[in-house]
């Protein structure tokens, strides 16, 4: 096979990769945290008092902020309800915006036949290329890729309460309400 049809053939497959890896990618559904660290999606709650808990959701990277922070709304009144309650009032919250940036690196130095410091990159619009210290500057192009991604946990600390929600306490929830107009917006995993 000539380099040619070697470089075309890779090109298709990497092609076909993204195109699947770009379907498989939807905005983090409703479910108990798994992963650890900027990979973590899902909710999480943990007791801190009998009637006050910290809850947390963390979305990945195509979940939309709203959709975090209504989540976490529907995780607090959810746990409510599960440890007997009717109410809850937020005590605290926040929503914590975590970024990483990506570069595309050089790959590290590869041998091939002869040992020698080169590396491949990928230019935009010239795809994959390679550098030796013998042909030039490997950024004459400057067409460094880099991509940013942004995702977002939003956390809560609640405490629960039994009767009437508290009235004229902004911050006070009624969890079957919470329950039952969030309900049907919640993406639960299939």
């Known amino acids: 096979m000539t380099s040619s049809l070697r470089r ?47 809850v947390t959701f963390s979305g990945n990277t195509m979940t939309a902020r709203d959709t975090v922070e209504r989540y976490l709304l529907f995780r607090a009144a959810e746990l ?25 690196d050089f790959g590290g130095p590869y041998g ?23 042909w030039g500057d490997p950024f004459f192009d400057r067409n460094i890729d880099v991509n940013t991604v942004e995702k977002y946990e939003a956390t809560a600390e609640i405490v629960m309460g039994k009767g009437p929600k508290p009235a004229g306490n902004v911050r006070a929830f009624d969890a079957k309400s919470v329950i039952a107009n969030i309900g049907p917006t919640i993406v639960m995993p299939k």
């Open 80 to 104: 409510t309800e599960q440890q007997g309650y009717d109410y809850f009032v937020m005590a605290d919250r926040d929503t914590d915006k975590k970024t990483r940036t990506y570069v595309n």
């Open 8 to 54: 075309v053939a890779l090109m298709g497959a990497v092609a076909a990769t993204s195109l699947m890896l770009a379907g498989c990618m939807t905005e983090t559904t409703y479910r108990p945290a798994t992963g650890s660290g900027f990979s973590r999606e899902g909710y999480s709650d943990r007791q801190i008092e009998a009637n006050r808990f910290q």
């Open 112 to 134: 091939g036949g002869l040992w020698g410091p080169r590396w491949r990159y990928y230019g935009r619009g010239f795809g994959w290329r390679s550098w030796d210290p013998f």
